[in-house]
């Protein structure tokens, strides 16, 4: 493997630093991202420049895709200058964006036409766990593709999960971990309110909370933001927040299980969007919540 | 201070092993219990057995109580041999059983009454933490009784939260946590739900989340017991959670604040003990989730 | 029956035109108000004053209440000069305000240890209604009491429906009319909200619908409120019927029935008084919807 | 008008009795239906087989389509012996079966590139409705066009309401509408939940609310199906009814528009599809709120 050039298509904050980590961990690669400055960044590591996702790609080789949505996956990946071409037989699609089960599903069938593999590998984290490569990863796809591309991932996460070979597997794990984030903001939300409008001071609730029982990243991060009514800059906007929970939903609908507090998470991000709140982070769902007790909301 | 007998009252599975920990640290205690067999355990400390609440308490001194329910703790504080009878002017009462807000309320205007301090003081954590010294304490009420049992707090927490002198505060907080746990429940059981119902393994859903994003006591413990679908023995029944997430919306109608994950629980456990299930843990709210997709119910 | 005089205490909006309708139908009434000019309205009727509610009742007699709530309903009842003290054996008072279940069962248990019968018998119907005898009424209590009364209820009623003789079955159904009278205002609200977004005049949706499925009282007029987004003059104030829907879900809880529109309308309510607007009718319902919409809120 | 010959596209359980009326009423008629002797049964009347949707079109004339879904109008409307590519400008599609916003909008925008007019006008009302032309009618599109199709839509029915000329503004309607009955048989299903626990005749309740207050065609229909726990045979099959609430939903998130009711009933038909109920009538939601609340379910 090391002998061969990885593909690395997508350099945006995500995208970049796991690029680099790649390197520094010894591999070979030929980046590609769609506006070439940031490509342009990784010059000095003695990476390859590639001017099309194809280009980026070796046939029968491994190409990573890390871009922003659905839509720009079909790009990289369908194009006239998409890897798909590219990639032929034995080739390994490891697909590492958040899209809809749909999509892998769609994009799994492909591959398999051309006999290449599409794995899915989603992360858990932000830009800073993936420079440190503590991200956390869920996997799915066909298992000989999978063992191929595990050293690939060992120096960017601190965890892989395995969710065996049903297509898509990986992505609705994804999605079932962004709506497991947006009902703890919610539940930490009324939580809040609750204290405050019983004279209570809502941070001395959360730094306990977030200190014992539920002292863990999501309810510290989440919490802090929560307890302070600090909505900016945004990390993740309310309304990716609002198009990850109507995807939750949409994989619910296929599957046939209702989610009451999903639907309902639905509503209120939704109701931020209308007012205008959907560039707010979505620790905003507190901003719903605040103005439901008719507390002056935070910004 | 460890001149005086500090009176403890109520030995179940929280208070005996919290009692033993103040006798431990060098405390002397008059003890408490309804059964006095409870208290017979104790005899070879070195405790004195009180044969009435009332006798437990040294006027001017500090009364703890832990006691099951808000009769309990009326029996014990307001009855014909209760504490409040002998506590005074001066004293303190250190409750810390999860009992109502307008209980807690209640009980602060009749110690003041007589001179007395009643302190709130509500704990997380279930028996092996109390024996390990390892609670988490919410604590509110007047600042001087306060501070005189702080001393009588450390030998049983890892940490003490002081939530103001607002009569009832630290129960709002114990109720705020409670919900924020069941809250919990509901999340993992509904992405669960979504992911046994999309072909993916939910022990390795819930082994990912609890091990990563949300790496905390509470998803930990829940997160297992909704993997595995099991919900016997109950360390917390169902029937109690029904109660406490009732005190929870009583709360919230007092302070005028609309809570609608709370709602949600309420009827989902109102479900489960309309069928029959009340006395399964309240982990079991992941079998109404399971069933209303479909999915044979867990036990 | 018509050789003996009927009770009536409670001249409100409501009682008064009832008690009017009852002497015009040719009973001879003693009535009572906290109020006396209320009842000197009366005088020329031919109607006696009672100075007290106890002077209204003749023992083994009839005697009608219809006060504002649980409250008044208790004093006039059971405070000093209450009607409980001399209605005796064989008398039987008909309870027609709208109360909680609990306190109709506590009623009746106390009629019932002094040989009298309580009657709950809760009417639907606005005071034009009972000024022109077309309200409807919701019966239930002891068969031999309900025959007694029955041609006290013709006058005032055009419809009389008996719920057998549950203690309080009659108050459970006029807490569940007015539940479902909640949920169709929200009903409306929501589909008037899609439609404005729509770009679809909200009024022409209300009037096709309240003019063919849905043609019928509550649909005919919350409609019209709600169309034209008019909250003001109160009929039914928002602070009572967040009061009415605490009730419903009270007795919900008791009957163990999860009822989550239920419980999502008390949110709404509470969130109407949260915000200060309890004192607008309770089609204000609608208010919160089109704001959690983007709308400008009507007034 | 009375010159020309309209098309007639799908005569099942609606199509076949509006076609007669159109007929009666001496409209001449060139029908269609896929399955021919469906078309065969209004041979005696006079009116004219059409062998393709295409046949039944004159150029600049009008084309009635009431088929069962978007797929079948895509079919009739756009397949290779569409009426579309007949209809030339001038010409009036009057298309009466409910289908999505997003639908009627791309075929408004079809139509008007060839210059022809796209009408919505989906019915409320069922096959005796239809039979007696008792329908209600909603109508969103071009002006000039609808009055051309006003005297073919009053054979049809009672009552014809114009929503504008927003593209597929009658769609929506329609959608409220059926949210709208979906909203009543929850709430009725609740309220008669509560009742039964209570131990109060369910059907009494029905009775009197939708004999008076909700004295409607869904509170009787629905009422007496929901009083009786009678599911079957469906007249609306529960999984046709989450297609429509979850078409509600979409449209829902294209206006920005927070439906919490809508939200709820998408669930608890996902949870009777869930359990194989999804043929059972819609009037079923009542049969998970009565699991809900432990009582046997209907069937």
Same sequence: chains 1, 2, 3, 4.
Avoid at 123 to 148: D, Y
Avoid at 165 to 187: R, Y
Wanted: contains cysteine; hydrophobic residues 50%; charged residues 20%.
């Amino acid at each position: 493997m090391t002998s061969q050039a990885i593909g690395f298509i997508g350099l945006g904050n995500m995208g970049l630093p796991m690029a680099r980590r790649l390197i520094e961990a010894g591999h070979r690669l030929s980046v590609y991202n769609r506006s070439p400055e940031r490509a342009a960044l990784l010059l000095e590591t003695g990476a390859k420049l590639a001017r099309t996702p194809r280009e980026a790609v070796e046939p029968g080789g491994v190409v990573i895709t890390m871009v922003a949505d659905d839509r720009a996956l079909d790009q990289v990946t369908l194009g006239a200058d998409g890897v798909l071409g590219a990639l032929g037989a034995g080739g390994v699609h490891l697909s590492m964006s958040t899209v809809a089960v749909d999509t892998a599903k769609r994009m799994d069938a492909l591959h398999a036409e051309r006999g290449a593999s599409y794995l899915c590998a989603p992360v858990f984290g932000r830009p800073p766990a993936a420079a440190a490569g503590k991200l956390w990863i869920a996997l799915s796809g066909a298992e000989a593709a999978k063992r191929r591309v595990l050293p690939l991932l060992a120096p960017l996460s601190q965890g892989v999960k395995d969710f065996g070979d049903v297509p898509g597997a990986a992505n609705v794990v994804k999605l079932a971990g962004n709506f497991m984030i947006a009902a703890a903001i919610e539940s930490i939300a009324e939580a809040c309110a609750l204290a405050e409008k019983s004279g209570i001071d809502r941070r001395a609730l959360v730094e306990l909370m977030a200190g014992s029982l539920f002292d863990c990243p999501v309810y510290r991060l989440y919490g802090e933001g929560v307890a302070l009514r600090r909505y900016q800059p945004a990390a993740f906007r309310s309304v990716l927040g609002l198009k990850d929970i109507s995807l939750v939903l949409a994989a619910a609908a296929q599957a046939q299980t209702p989610m009451p507090f999903a639907s309902l998470l639905r509503d209120r991000l939704l109701g931020l969007v209308a007012k205008g709140h959907g560039d707010l982070d979505w620790t905003a769902i507190d901003r719903a919540v605040s103005e439901d007790a008719g507390l002056a909301p935070g910004a």
